[in-house]
């Protein structure tokens, strides 16, 4: 059981490239989030979906895409990145409860953009 | 909306003195509440959370946090530090409804812990 694990650890961008973020999670959990943390601003919400084939918008989702094509992965993608996006990427996945969405997050992404 | 505030942005104690995290809460209905710890270079990992039972949670490591609606308040604390202590900490609360899965978090107290 490996919880949550995100691909790549690291990367380095350059202004007004792409790139996709991968999480996967094998506890079968519904629900599935992006965020990023910066010094200073705790973690905020990109992104999140409900289920599979379902995403929608958090706090902070302009510059970001996501998908939900399989319930067990979730992307972000970043089509043109600034270095505003400079940061370290979360996801995090839970069940679907009443009220108690305790929720299982990733290692991180490191991403800087320069 | 749910909200969370976090004082003292960065809190030092000295190895085998008490640790007190505080954190203050809105919510317009009785919440979950949720303490995370992140330590250099890793993910978020749960430190223990209040559901409606019992008002005194113990944790993971030795910590516990205590629920109190009148005050709006859910401190963490652990009796002696340890030097595996240091790490930043994110007070949590859970949304208002159920189908809103979206927690608010604290901006988290970074925990220096002092030989």
């Known amino acids: 059981n490996a919880g949550v694990t995100q691909t790549p650890k690291f990367r380095v961008l350059k202004t007004g490239q792409s790139m996709t973020l991968l999480c996967a999670q094998d506890?079968?959990?519904?629900?599935m989030y992006w965020y990023r943390q910066d010094p200073g601003m705790g973690l905020r919400l990109i992104h999140y979906?409900?289920?599979?084939?379902?995403?929608a918008k958090g706090e902070v989702p302009d510059g970001y895409n996501v998908s939900r094509l399989k319930k067990q992965n979730f992307l972000l993608g970043l089509e043109s990145a600034a270095p505003s996006q400079t940061s370290v990427y979360f996801c995090?996945?839970?069940?679907?409860?009443?009220?108690?969405?305790?929720?299982?997050f990733g290692p991180g992404t490191r991403l800087t953009v320069t | 909306a749910q909200s969370v505030t976090q004082l003292d942005s960065h809190v030092s104690v000295s190895e085998g003195t008490p640790v007190l995290l505080r954190c203050n809460y809105s919510?317009?209905?009785?919440?979950?509440l949720f303490w995370y710890v992140q330590h250099p270079n890793k993910g978020l990992q749960l430190l223990l959370k209040?559901?409606?039972?019992?008002?005194l949670v113990k944790g993971i490591n030795g910590f516990e946090a205590e629920f109190k609606k009148s005050e709006t308040s859910f401190h963490l604390t652990k009796p002696s530090a340890h030097m595996s202590d240091a790490a930043e900490y994110f007070c949590?609360?859970?949304?208002?409804?159920?189908?809103?899965?979206?927690?608010?978090f604290g901006k988290g107290n970074q925990v220096v812990v002092i030989p």
């Open positions: 995090a996945s839970s069940f679907s409860r009443d009220y108690i969405h305790e929720q299982y």
């Open positions: 949590v609360v859970s949304p208002e409804y159920y189908g809103n899965n979206r927690l608010a």
């Open positions: 506890m079968n959990h519904e629900y």
């Open positions: 919510s317009s209905y009785s919440p979950s």
């Open positions: 979906s409900v289920g599979e084939g379902t995403t």
């Open positions: 209040y559901t409606s039972a019992a008002t």
